[in-house]
């Protein structure tokens, strides 16, 4: 499809608790980027792949985030032990070029953590 | 490291009415590309207009256009003939003329068009 989607919308966790977020790309682009938006609405850069392979994860707090991108799957984002920080909206873009082509930005996944 | 400064956290403007919106980088990049992306109320962000720095030409896409002033590391976005939906956030980014290179976001323009 011509869109990335994003699921769930929304997601509440207790602190502590696991959170999943799932993104499928837009078919035949191979780049693929996670943003964090708090509410201050800016962003912070998480991670970036290029197919199955992260190319940046320079703006992931290891220690308790991970992310995936496997053939045939949509990727995910995983927060293990969410804290009240994690509060977030998070957005998944992917380009075909990864050359400045501009994303294509899902809708988000809105995260409260209680 | 590159950097988007947005110095006009809210604006507010008359509908018909032009408004421009201001945006500088820092970058020691020769070649790059600048964004102007829109987030309205539904929180999805579209991407409003792209420039690549190594043409000489102001980008227009309709209603926007952008004042790009390389030297000055500028990167203005023109709105004419406002309209109520064009009521959102407005971010300006940058990117390095890199494959895989992330895009770094402004802290955004709340810009509201009244009626």
């Known amino acids: 499809g011509e869109e990335v989607a994003q699921t769930p919308k929304h997601l509440v966790r207790g602190e502590g608790q696991k959170a999943k977020l799932y993104c499928a790309p837009i078919?035949?682009?191979?780049?693929v980027f996670w943003y964090q938006q708090v509410l201050k609405n800016e962003f912070k850069f998480l991670i970036s792949f290029q197919n199955e392979n992260v190319f940046d994860e320079t703006g992931m707090p290891k220690e308790r985030f991970s992310a995936k991108c496997l053939p045939n799957s949509p990727c995910s984002l995983e927060i293990q032990a969410t804290k009240l920080e994690d509060s977030a909206v998070y957005f998944c873009?992917?380009?075909?070029?990864?050359?400045?082509?501009?994303?294509?930005f899902g809708s988000g996944t809105r995260l409260t953590v209680v | 490291a590159q950097t988007v400064t947005q110095s006009q956290p809210e604006m507010s403007v008359q509908e018909a009415e032009t408004v421009t919106l201001s945006c500088t980088y820092d970058?020691?990049?020769?070649?790059?590309?600048l964004f102007w992306y829109k987030q309205p109320p539904s929180r999805q962000m579209i991407l409003v207009i792209r420039q690549e720095a190594y043409k000489q030409q102001n980008a227009t896409e309709n209603r926007f256009s952008v004042n790009f002033q390389k030297a000055a590391k500028s990167f203005s976005l023109k709105i004419s003939d406002s309209q109520l939906g064009d009521t959102a956030m407005y971010f300006c980014?940058?990117?390095?003329?890199?494959?895989?290179?992330?895009?770094?976001f402004g802290k955004g323009t709340r810009l509201h068009i009244l009626p």
């Open positions: 873009a992917s380009s075909r070029t990864g050359q400045g082509d501009g994303y294509t």
């Open positions: 078919k035949g682009h191979s780049y």
């Open positions: 980014a940058f990117m390095k003329h890199a494959r895989d290179d992330k895009i770094i």
């Open positions: 970058t020691s990049e020769n070649n790059y590309y």
